[in-house]
């Protein structure tokens, strides 16, 4: 049969959602019908697209613009107006030592991005374990190896400073662009993903990422952790896990959220209670793909039965996924790098990386486990005591002259207002780590660098994110996150504050 009149024989296919617009009726104006032609070839990418509108000459058509998916531009400007907070920050420090030898003739105590914890690692790197003494030995070897082979590439000798903080920044950066990463793995909205990448960048205890200070290298490997458990790929993980291991103490506790990313799908009845992988589609004939309705089933919101954790299918936030999808399964159904072997693998990495370098410290220096015991003295994180009595001796410090002791505790409380929240929306494994890292703070005998060691548990990055959606608060918490981000910095360089 021959086309009706007005219709098309092969009508144009939707693009990117784009439907195209019914039949002109008879006596439709030929500029009408032109405009929905050139609206056809726009959306189709054809040579018309960008042309000048049919009605407004003067006004030239606009090529849609492409999405980012790793939000370059955002991540870019946050990490930027990071390091300019900072470098304002040790600007005013430099004018209130110089005002204090000018006008009172006072000697300020200061120091730079190389002070502190830095002044450690570019010390390792120049001159080894040996050289740096036997403190030295609980930074663990990752970031000094770092900075140690790049200082071998031509010109760059004497230089491990600066590679240092190179390093440290560009760490930084990818921190940022795998938390939007793993912000689409999980389905956060655009507005969520926004609000993580510059709380990322502008908390409090970020400043150290501007340092030389190892949280950027191990912050960035713990998101590769879990992005890879996440999305099925445990050999990702196991990679990341070994590096996380050989850059920080605390790395051995990635064996367990992955332990429980491995547990997810097996036939055990503990496992079962975790619920399905992100993004899994359920149970289909073999050989045979999933139909429309399992694919809906897999992205729609369903109710999370009492004591299971919430659903990796719904989006964290509770809204719109933007179209992300888990990228667990690829197109032939098998994941990569799921198999048993490679959960196996993943889950002791960590163990394994930190046990490298117990191995190696106690075939040079006959002590095994110094890296650990050394941290646990009385002049830094102290052995174990009781959590109450550390914030409460916390407390009492800031009414004695101990403002950076005292600083510590109100965010110590709001950390654990915080595991609250991420107990109820986040998936177990996120939450149960940052308890762990959490504990791992407060059963020190003091709080030093608190804020710093929180701040390396990303998730709690995550729930600022999700609890602050409407857009005063977000605004009022950024400011106060500057603010904050800006004394505490000025505190470190002025040696007031142990970061």
Sequence with gaps: MTAARGASADPVPPVDGWQPPPPSAPGTHPADAESAAVSVRSAMGGRHAGTRHPRHPDRARRPRRRADPWRCREVVLAWLAARVVVGAALAMTHFLADQASGKQNVTLKTTGLLGWDAGWYRTIAETGYSGAGADSRRFFPLLPTLVRALAQLPGAGGHAGDILLLIVNGCALGLALALVR??????????????????????????????????????????????????????????????????????????????????????????????????????????????????????????????????????????????????????????HGESLGWRMAAILAPLAGAGIYVVWSAHTYGDGFAPFTIQRDAARHGAASNPVSVLWHAARGAFHGELGTGLHVPWILLAITGLVVMYRRLPVSYALWSTLVLAAVLTGSNLDSAERYLYGAFPFLLVAALVTARREIFTAALVACTAAMTLYATLAFTLAYVP
Excluded: N
Aim: proline share 12%.
């Design 182 to 335: 793993l912000a689409r793995v999980e389905g956060l909205g655009e507005d969520t993903t926004f609000r993580l990448i510059w709380f990322t960048a502008l908390a409090p205890p970020a400043f150290v990422l501007v340092m030389g200070y190892a949280e950027a290298l191990a912050g960035l490997l713990a998101v590769v952790v879990f992005l890879g458990a996440r999305t099925r790929r445990f050999e990702l993980a196991a990679a990341a896990g070994l590096l996380g291991g050989l850059c920080r103490p605390l790395g051995v506790l990635l064996a367990v959220p992955i332990a429980i990313e491995a547990a997810r799908g097996l036939p055990v009845p503990l496992a079962r209670r975790l619920g399905p992988p992100p993004g899994a589609l359920p149970a289909a004939a073999a050989g045979s793909p999933p139909s429309a309705s399992q694919r809906s089933a897999a992205t729609l919101p369903a109710a999370t039965p009492s004591g299971a954790t919430p659903s990796d299918a719904t989006p964290l936030d509770g809204g719109p996924s933007d179209g992300a999808t888990s990228e667990a399964t690829p197109s032939d159904g098998r994941p």
